[in-house]
């Protein structure tokens, strides 16, 4: 019995020295080199060691939570990041689902193959916004034949699928605090603003007096979820599901105000 009772012994040692000792698993994100407050701060390839945006503070806090898993990241075009998830150079983003992207990436779905929303880091709520003329025009716009609205839009961020047949002159912009100051200044009459979070009425425009508030309720609501390559996919089975698990129990939305508040 003691002999066997010491070779028990030395057994678990062993196997509580290799999972003590066993490297985490790497896991590179890929972001976006554009400021987009709230998610992500900072331009280029550098990533900000003080306020980097909500997104990638929730990430980091996943990072620290779980000692199986050592997160990376990398900024990049919004397009090259999607191509190195798709050939396997990045192993995650977080994006909304779009028709035909989960051929490229692995989302939090169920065994019917719906998308479990619960898994998701962020739900937003888009709305317009513009002064109150243009929210009493809004409200009668069937009348309008032509464009009828100039609305300003960030470049690479089209008006979604539910505002596209709406009587709108699209001013593009190069970034969304242009955007907001074209509406401030009376050039534009219109701009979008991320209105809700979690439910939540939350505003990210800056400049105050002039009346511009959003319309409820938000044309839009979108989720953004942490999606995985599919050989990361395969390999990490337990731990991308370990990860999704975290993200559903975790608190997003005061990380997301806080930047907000913040920026403002």
Not at 35 to 49: E, R, V
Not at 51 to 65: F, H, R, V, Y
Not at 165 to 187: C, M, Q, R, Y
Not at 236 to 253: I, P, Q, V, Y
């Amino acid at each position: 019995m003691r002999i066997n009772s010491l070779v028990y012994f030395f057994i678990a040692s062993l196997m509580f020295t290799a999972t003590a000792f066993s490297k985490p698993q790497s896991l590179v994100f890929c972001y976006e080199d554009k400021n987009i407050a709230p998610m992500f701060l900072g331009d280029g390839q550098n990533i900000p060691t003080d306020k980097p945006g909500a997104s990638i503070e929730i990430l980091q806090q996943l990072d620290l939570a779980l000692p199986n898993v050592a997160i990376s990241f990398v900024r990049k075009p919004w397009r090259r990041c999607l191509n190195d998830l798709e050939f396997n150079r990045v192993n995650a983003v977080i994006a909304s689902y779009r028709k035909g992207r989960e051929n490229v990436a692995v989302y939090p779905v169920d065994e019917q193959g719906k998308l479990q929303d619960d898994y998701a880091v962020s739900e937003f709520g888009s709305c317009l916004i513009g002064r109150y003329k243009f929210h009493k025009e809004w409200e009668t716009r069937e009348v309008f034949q032509n464009k009828a609205f100039t609305i300003a839009i960030p470049n690479g961020y089209g008006l979604n699928s539910a505002l596209k047949e709406e009587p709108f002159f699209i001013h593009n912009t190069f970034s969304k605090s242009k955007a907001f100051e074209l509406l401030d200044k009376g050039v534009v009459q219109a701009s979008v603003d991320l209105c809700q979070v979690d439910g939540l009425k939350v505003s990210s425009y800056p400049y105050e007096g002039n009346n511009v508030k959003p319309i409820y309720p938000p044309y839009e609501t979108s989720h953004g979820y942490l999606v995985f390559s599919k050989k990361f996919y395969e390999e990490n089975n337990t731990l991308s599901w370990e990860m999704w698990e975290w993200l559903s129990k975790f608190e997003s939305a005061p990380v997301y105000i806080k930047y907000l508040q913040t920026i403002k």
